[in-house]
């Protein structure tokens, strides 16, 4: 991602909107939406939709998610601002998938 993200409400409001727009193939071979559960004084809920062409982020949770992440707050921006790798965080236990774990594959080379 360009620059790096402060706050999980810059995540879902700036840099995943962009990069859904700038990865229009990849939210087309994606068609599913994700479900994020961030835990912390600063997380939330939220979906991000591949199914709408384009891509939509929406605070709140979806029930026609496929895929469902889960993670601390501090655990995700190290994530997303490429200092924790999410395979190793799945691996140690701070990053939880549930439901299409081919999906969870997918999603890396969307945060990427």
Known sequence: MAGQAASI???FEQHM?????SKPDLVGKIN???QFNITGPG???WAVDCVTPGGA???GSSAAAKCTVTASEGD?????NGKLNAQMAFMMGKLKIQGDMG??????????
Do not use: E, M, S
Request: net charge positive; no cysteine; aromatic share 6%.
């Open 17 to 21: 909107p962009d990069r859904l727009k």
């Open 103 to 112: 999906l969870a594959l997918k999603l890396a080379q969307l945060l990427g």
């Open 43 to 45: 997380g939330g809920q």
């Open 32 to 34: 599913a939406v994700y």
């Open 76 to 80: 995700f921006l190290n994530i997303v």
């Open 57 to 59: 982020v929406t605070a």
């Open 9 to 11: 409400k810059d995540v």
